[in-house]
């Protein structure tokens, strides 16, 4: 059997940490930790929920959803139906929470393809070093269209680098006229 290298994860004791600025920071953590954890609550369950905090310095913080006014009337009555100002807001506020969520999703797919296209230059690049004329007649019609835009982007590059060398090599050299 081979033996742990490392002793891997471990339970640490509860109790105060002494050291301010570790304190401070693990405060942050956690507080950003247990905000993720409501928000995920939140869009699972479509629950109303409230959080109040105090930093270690005092500062306060606080995370409600939907709103503050609805958090609160819950907590006071959870029987009570809400008034038809608070389910407008609490819907206008769950509407665009779902809306962040799905530009998230968006974003998430766009950085995702671009870290494919990324892989996809680099591959070519390391194809381009290595005797790029003959794999270039291995590409489809897609990459090719995709290696023309990144040679056409290198032009660029290297253009507007060589202009403002000739621009820091004119505004260098000194004027006897």
């Given at each position: 059997?081979?033996?742990?290298?490392?002793?891997g994860?471990q339970?640490i004791?509860?109790?105060?940490?002494?050291?301010?600025d570790?304190?401070?920071?693990?405060?942050?953590?956690r507080?950003t930790?247990l905000?993720?954890?409501?928000?995920?609550?939140?869009?699972?369950c479509?629950?109303?929920?409230g959080?109040v905090?105090?930093?270690?310095?005092?500062?306060?913080?606080?995370?409600?959803?939907?709103?503050?006014?609805?958090?609160?009337?819950?907590?006071?009555?959870?029987?009570?139906?809400?008034?038809?100002?608070n389910?407008?807001?609490?819907?206008?506020a769950?509407?665009?929470?779902?809306?962040?969520?799905?530009?998230?999703?968006?974003?998430?797919?766009?950085?995702?393809?671009?870290?494919?296209?990324?892989?996809?230059?680099?591959?070519?690049?390391?194809?381009?070093?290595?005797d790029?004329?003959?794999?270039?007649?291995?590409?489809n019609?897609?990459?090719?269209?995709?290696?023309?835009?990144w040679?056409?982007?290198?032009m660029?590059?290297?253009?507007?680098?060589?202009?403002?060398l000739?621009?820091?090599?004119?505004s260098?050299?000194?004027?006897?006229?």
């Amino acid at each position: 059997m081979v033996s742990k290298k490392t002793k891997g994860r471990q339970k640490i004791a509860i109790k105060k940490i002494e050291n301010k600025d570790d304190r401070f920071a693990t405060f942050s953590k956690r507080r950003t930790g247990l905000y993720k954890k409501a928000s995920n609550l939140v869009s699972q369950c479509d629950a109303d929920i409230g959080i109040v905090l105090s930093s270690p310095a005092g500062k306060p913080f606080s995370f409600f959803h939907p709103t503050i006014d609805v958090v609160i009337a819950r907590f006071q009555n959870p029987d009570m139906q809400l008034s038809e100002i608070n389910r407008l807001v609490a819907a206008y506020a769950r509407n665009k929470v779902n809306y962040l969520n799905s530009r998230l999703e968006e974003f998430d797919t766009r950085e995702d393809a671009a870290t494919v296209q990324t892989r996809f230059y680099d591959q070519m690049s390391k194809t381009r070093q290595s005797d790029w004329w003959e794999s270039i007649e291995q590409l489809n019609a897609c990459e090719m269209i995709m290696f023309e835009a990144w040679l056409d982007n290198a032009m660029f590059n290297l253009n507007n680098h060589l202009n403002q060398l000739e621009i820091g090599a004119s505004s260098s050299s000194p004027n006897y006229f």
